[in-house]
């Protein structure tokens, strides 16, 4: 996935970045000083825009640097985890013209994500299970029936995002919701069709009523791989929203419950 912003703060109605400050990146400083775990590994991303002009950077993993100067969003709670929410550029890139980043991508297995456990940092309990305090009680309800018998945070995380594949149909245009309705309750328990924002905001606030950080992140989908094979497109159409776990000794792990894209 290409992430281009994390939002944590969800109102009832739409979500936010939450609390956040503006922290400069300049050409190569290192962003993430953490060292390379063992599901981890070491990337470095060349990234050509063809739009006329980005403002936003896309980016995939843990970031360690960038090629060019950039504004981070930077979470308030996290100002020693470098806690990035989005990055941004001025001027912008132009079109043709290419950025190159250095990130870290955690690639473990499910028996590695069932046994990180929940010893999780302060600044991720606080930031990453809220929900509105009118939250309707049917979700917590309907999160303890999907996650019955299941002990660890991975295992509750695959069922949410498993029932969700299972028992809802993705639809590309739907009707608005009801006003006053919380979107993502209509979307649970009454039209049960949506796009990918509905799938994942779902899976989110499913999470958390669980116990489990979990944040909406957008941007786009993989994209396709090049007739040369030595690189990706990606196009407007792979535009996409995704929910992403916290895992201790991980750190964000995304998760896929649109049906339309492969799990």
Known sequence: YW??????????????????????????????????????????????????????????????????????????????????????????????????????????????????????????????????????TRITELTNHITSGKTTPYDKAVAINQFLRTNYEYQAVIPAPPRKTDPVEWFLFDYKKGFCNYFASAEVLLLRAAGIPARLSVGYAQGAEVSTGDGIIVKMKDSHAWPEVYFPDYGWIAFEPTPALSN
């Open 3 to 136: 992430r281009g912003k994390s939002y944590s703060v969800y109102n009832g109605k739409t979500w936010t970045l939450g609390n956040s400050y503006k922290q400069f990146y300049h050409p190569l400083e290192k962003i993430n000083k953490s060292s390379t775990g063992s599901s981890q590994i070491d990337v470095k991303v060349w990234v050509q825009s063809l739009v006329p002009e980005l403002t936003q950077v896309y980016t995939t993993g843990s970031v360690i640097n960038f090629s060019r100067t950039v504004t981070a969003a930077a979470a308030t709670e996290a100002i020693y985890d470098s806690e990035i929410m989005g990055f941004f550029v001025d001027p912008p890139i132009k079109d043709k013209e290419i950025y190159r980043f250095e990130t870290k991508i955690s690639i473990p297995t499910g028996e590695q994500l069932s046994k990180a456990g929940t010893d999780y940092p302060d600044w991720v309990t606080t930031r990453y299970l809220q929900v509105p305090g009118d939250i309707s």
